[in-house]
């Protein structure tokens, strides 16, 4: 199932280039009080969720994809979490490039650890990224992101797929520069979460996507999760390994090698097979 948050908080399934409006099934979602529980209440109880979301589908009258404004697919993340160097060809191309490097010395994954971006910085597709700083570097960064679907902590890699429920299109805005990477990486509007959250039976394999993005029409990206230092199973237990997640936590895998500077007025396009495509409007903040 795809599933998206569109216009103003409505809940849809995609279905071709058609969206069916599913939001009575929120109506299932138990009221809540303070204090919440960690995690997106949505995908918490995606599971319950999705068999009434299927029948309203059936029913509801269609609408083009084209007219609507996609939001991010996860509305409360408890976190966004971060893979720093996670391909080998971006490892080499950050290291030969000290605007990105700024004199850190790159090392492997496993060393580095994974980093935090603030969730305020999380917006959908439609939303676009509002450039800061627009006299420094801001890159892109396509990549594949996992939403955790169900709670957990050391998760052995031959059971983190049990703790999945999808998959999206990252972008991992940067702004490059001295300053630490949870702060460069959570502008507002620099993590891109869309263009809908694909659950994890229409992707049997996330170590084998073809990955791509384009800055107005011209590509920059293009690789295949298969180049992923560690593949989907083997974050989650290396993340896990540090702290626990919980349902609607974003893992952004990690870029490859082409990464790059946008400007306001530019348009990136970014698509991974069996996700989607999505398109994002750089404007100045
Ligand atoms: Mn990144």
């Known amino acids: 199932m795809k599933l998206c948050r569109f216009d103003q908080n409505r809940i849809g399934v995609i279905r071709g280039d058609q969206i069916h409006d599913v939001s009575a099934a929120l109506e299932l979602l138990p009221s809540l009080r303070w204090p919440l529980p960690l995690g997106d209440q949505l995908v918490t109880e995606l599971d319950r969720l999705r068999p009434e979301m299927e029948r309203l589908a059936d029913r ?22 971060g893979a720093p160097i996670n391909y080998n060809d971006h490892i080499a191309e950050a290291m030969s490039d000290q605007t990105i490097a700024h004199g850190r010395d790159l090392k492997s994954i496993g060393e580095t650890g994974m980093f935090l971006k603030a969730t305020s910085s999380l917006v959908g597709p439609s939303e676009g990224v509002a450039q800061r700083f627009v006299d420094r570097r801001n890159d892109h960064e396509a990549e594949l992101a996992i939403i955790i679907g169900k709670s957990g902590t050391n998760i052995p890699r031959d059971r983190a797929l049990d703790h999945v429920a999808g998959y999206a299109i990252g972008l991992d805005m940067t702004v490059r520069g001295p300053e630490l990477v949870c702060f460069r990486k959570s502008i507002d509007t620099y993590s891109v979460l869309g263009p809908w959250l694909v659950t994890k039976d229409e992707v049997p394999d996330p170590g084998r996507l073809d990955l791509k993005l384009w800055v107005n029409g011209a590509i920059r990206q293009n690789s295949n999760t298969r180049y992923l230092v560690y593949d989907v199973p083997r974050l989650i237990e290396f993340t896990t390994s540090y702290y626990s997640v919980q349902p609607g936590d974003i893992i952004m895998s990690g870029t490859p090698s082409g990464v790059g500077p946008v400007k306001p007025g530019d348009v990136m396009t970014v698509e991974i097979e069996r996700i989607g495509r999505m398109e994002v409007r750089v404007r100045a903040a």
Do not use: R
């Open 60 to 81: 509801a009258q269609p609408q083009p994809l084209a007219g609507v404004k996609l939001l991010s697919p996860v509305a409360n993340p408890g976190k966004i979490i």
